[in-house]
Structures are given as structure tokens and as C-alpha cells.
């Protein structure tokens, strides 16, 4: 995953774009090509998703981010078909969505950050009681539902990220 953000960093840089929706698509293509894992592939596809959601508008706005992380999301659901509950990804970031996407203003947006974090964190954690139904986990069958899942928890360190960045 760090080669995919590194090349999709040095992509971007120096790089303008007044649509926002070509940003993200750009951005998604080059973690594509740059990250050639099953977990590329997905964040690849929801950058993607962002970028045709996202088309034409020339900026984001805070309470917009919900939608954002939305739009993240469905991709991710398309393309790999799991739900939320499947102990994958979608357990640490759709907890996050759900907190967002109830901001009634971008300082409410704001306000909100750090508990999409940790309501993300709390979906990750949660994964230790679930059934591995996607990925490598799930050979481990009864099993899995000891484990930590890693999507999950790469996805609530992605949303802490954005909660420091943005915050």
C-alpha cells in the first residue's frame, strides 16, 4: 500500500485540477497501476468511485465527506461484493460513513472526525467476533473469528488519518 500512496503522492504533486472528480479518478488509476494487490484494486476502485461521483464539481465540502466516504464505499461493494458484517474492510469504514454522513454542516463535519474514528476503530474491533466469509481469513473458517481483521483495520487507520489531516 505504500508504494501505491507514494506513486499516486509524486502523481499529484505539482498537478492542478479544478474538477475534483478527475483528481480522484486520476488518483485511483495511478494507485491501480502503482499497487497491484487485492487491496489496491479495492482502494483503486473507490477512488474511482469518488471521481465519477464527484464529476464536475470544483470543491468539497466538509459536510460533503460523508458522501465522499460513501461513494468510497459502494465501489468497494461493487466490485468485491461483501457487506457489511463480511469481516472485511467495509467493517472498519462503514462505521465511519454513517457518522459522517450525519453532519448538517461542515463545522459539524469537523466536530465529528474524531468520533468517525473512533466508531471506525470500534467496527475493526468488532471483526474478532465475525465469520471470515472474503480473503485468506476465511480458509481459517471458525477459526477467523478470533482474528483481527487487517481491511478493517487499515480502513480505521485511514479514517484517523483523515480525522488529523482534516481535523
Known sequence: MSDGFTSVQKYLSGKTFSDIGELFYRAGKDMQAAAASSMGTLLAFGFMGVGKA??????????????????????????????????????????????LKAAKSDEEAKILLPKAYEAAKKGSDNTTTMLAKFGRIAFKGEESRTILDPGSVFASLMIKTLAEVLG
Open 54 to 99: 464527484f464529476k464536475g464539481k470544483t470543491e468539497i465540502h466538509y459536510q460533503e465527506l460523508g458522501s465522499v466516504l460513501e461513494a468510497f464505499e459502494e465501489s468497494l461493494k461493487k466490485l468485491g461484493g461483501a457487506k457489511v458484517g463480511d469481516k472485511t474492510f467495509l467493517d472498519g469504514f462503514d462505521p465511519a460513513v454513517l457518522v
